[in-house]
């Protein structure tokens, strides 16, 4: 038998360390998705199921995505909220449509612009059209009602904050008014504005994305977070009302990988 050398041990435990570090930046965070789950409902016999989908950023259908879906569909959520970014370019809709068809139709869903189909110049007409005949309407700076197990739920869906025109006083116009108001608006920084604007109206819940954990956290530092990120990374944000949930996302921009923030899908009962 080979006598191993101290030099050859410490050499092959350096590549597997890097090893084991390019696996996790490049696979795991990436493609092994961090279920979430809170319950803040206010009457706990009448709950309403959301999932949150945030930042897909989705240009080809992957394993992942097809586990996404599945999951969905066995959770079975009375609502999907989609919070922008879900597509980079008007050619990534046909795939974004194979992904919404894998769940199940009759789960309503509601979707809001990100800043990547502004950058992207993504033909919004192509993406109302593909999200409408997946049981799901795109909002831009609008509201609407929605009914389930006696409940009446606003959602409020607020124009992406960087690339389009976020108007919080136009997407309360005729808003019928609820015992639960949420927001979904893509861009977490734009919280401080609404906070500004919001007078006796009262927000429940804010679900917002846009940062993907800050991507890439090293030691606990982010090295870059993009521009309507604000004092915002990821998480919960309850110092003041209303509070609001800032998802990580599935999907990566600029950079392909992830380290010290694993997507993640939210599911709430509110």
Same mark, same amino acid.
């Given at each position: ?14 590549? +597997? ?10 696979? &795991? ?39 996404? +879906? ?19 370019? /008007? ?19 509601? +979707? ?33 009602? &929605? /009914? ?17 025109? +976020? ?12 015992? /639960? ?42 090295? &870059? ?26 999907? /990566? ?14 599911? &709430?009962?509110?």
């Amino acid at each position: 038998m080979k006598k191993i050398t101290r030099r050859s041990f410490i050499m092959k435990g350096i590549l +597997a360390i890097i090893g084991l570090f390019l696996l996790d930046i490049l696979w &795991f965070e990436k493609y092994y998705i961090d279920w979430n789950y809170f319950d803040i409902s206010k009457n706990k016999k009448s709950k309403i199921k959301i999932i949150q989908i945030s930042d897909l950023h989705i240009n080809t259908l992957r394993s992942f995505h097809k586990s996404i +879906a599945k999951k969905i569909n066995s959770i079975k959520p009375d609502l999907v909220l989609i919070t922008g970014d879900s597509v980079n370019s /008007t050619n990534d809709i046909s795939v974004l449509n194979e992904f919404l068809l894998l769940i199940d139709n009759s789960i309503k869903k509601y +979707a809001i612009t990100g800043n990547r189909e502004y950058n992207g110049n993504v033909d919004l007409n192509k993406l109302k059209d593909i999200y409408e005949n997946n049981n799901c309407e795109l909002l831009i700076n609008e509201n609407r009602n &929605f /009914t389930k197990k006696d409940r009446t739920i606003s959602i409020i869906g607020i124009d992406d904050f960087i690339g389009g025109n +976020a108007d919080f006083n136009k997407s309360i116009e005729n808003l019928k008014l609820t015992g /639960t108001n949420i927001v979904l608006t893509h861009c977490p920084e734009h919280r401080d504005i609404i906070l500004q604007q919001i007078g006796d109206l009262k927000i429940d819940l804010i679900l917002s994305g846009h940062t993907h954990g800050g991507q890439i956290n090293l030691f606990g530092n982010v090295l &870059f977070k993009p521009n309507g990120s604000g004092k915002y990374l990821k998480g919960w944000y309850k110092e003041k009302e209303p509070k609001m949930y800032v998802s990580k996302g599935i999907g /990566t921009s600029h950079i392909p990988i992830r380290f010290g923030a694993r997507a993640e899908m939210v599911v &709430f009962d509110i």
